[in-house]
């Protein structure tokens, strides 16, 4: 069974501003992708990063909507290995920002299958880099993955 993991873009995607295009779409292409996890058909993985990227969120409001999102859906919890930093300080070199380095890094050591992203900054860096996972943006991911 497939392994996928969400940034944090992805868990706070469903409370942006849905009057606006592709955040709609977006959002529907993750609630497709959380009803085949809750389905069986895919397994969610979490990182440490994640959960600590959650906590800082400043917005009290959202983070309590993002938090219970999060919380709904169980996931496979991968644990830190020192290798995973020294990866994510790598990726430094490709302009991808700490906390995305670690997830990517999160994902390559554990060879997870898909790692979704609503972040464009991200998705333009992912392709001048030498990353050995699929990032993609959730529309994307159902449009070429779901079956």
Known sequence: MAKIYFDVCCYNRPF?????????????????????????????????AIQFELSRMTDDYKKKKVIMLYSSIEKEMLKYDEK????????????????????????????????????????????????????MNPIEFVMEVLE
């Open 16 to 48: 942006d501003d849905l009057t606006q295009g592709r955040i709609r779409l977006e959002t529907e292409a993750l609630l497709l992708i959380i009803n085949r996890i809750l389905n069986n058909g895919y397994i969610l993985c979490e990182s440490p």
């Open 84 to 135: 995973i930093n020294i990866r994510a300080k790598e990726l430094d070199a490709f302009n991808i920002k700490y906390f995305d380095a670690l997830h990517i890094a999160f994902c390559e050591f554990y060879c997870i299958d898909y790692m979704l992203t609503t972040d464009k900054v991200l998705l333009n860096a992912v392709k001048r880099s030498d990353i050995k996972i699929r990032v």
